[in-house]
C-alpha cells in the first residue's frame, strides 16, 4: 500500500513577514528559500530523506554554510528546478 506526499506550497515572502510570527509552518513541514527572489516553499520533512533533495542541501551547506542571515534554510537553484525537483519526489 502506496502513500501520497503532500503537494508543496509556495508562500510570498517579504521582510515583514520574516519578523512577524503570524507566519507558521505545519507541523511536519519545513520552510526553504529558493532562487534569486527567496521564494518561500512548505515541504514535507520527508523530503530530507531523499537522495535528490539530500544532494541540494549538499549545495546548501556549500554555498551558504550553516549561518544565514534570513535564518532559513536556503536552496541554491533556481524555482523551476526546484518545483520539478519536488514534483518528482511527490510522485513517488
Request: proline residues 7%; contains cysteine.
Amino acid at each position: 500500500m502506496g502513500f501520497r506526499l503532500p503537494r508543496i506550497r509556495r508562500a510570498s515572502f517579504t521582510a515583514t513577514q520574516a519578523a512577524s510570527k503570524s507566519v507558521e509552518v505545519p507541523k511536519c513541514y519545513l520552510a526553504v528559500y529558493v532562487g534569486e527572489e527567496m521564494k518561500r516553499f512548505i515541504i514535507p520533512i520527508s523530503y530530507l530523506n531523499q537522495p535528490l533533495f539530500q544532494e541540494l542541501l549538499s549545495q546548501a551547506e556549500e554555498e551558504f554554510g550553516y549561518h544565514h542571515p534570513m535564518g532559513g534554510l536556503t536552496i541554491p537553484c533556481r524555482e523551476d528546478v526546484f518545483i520539478e525537483l519536488t514534483s518528482h519526489l511527490k510522485g513517488q
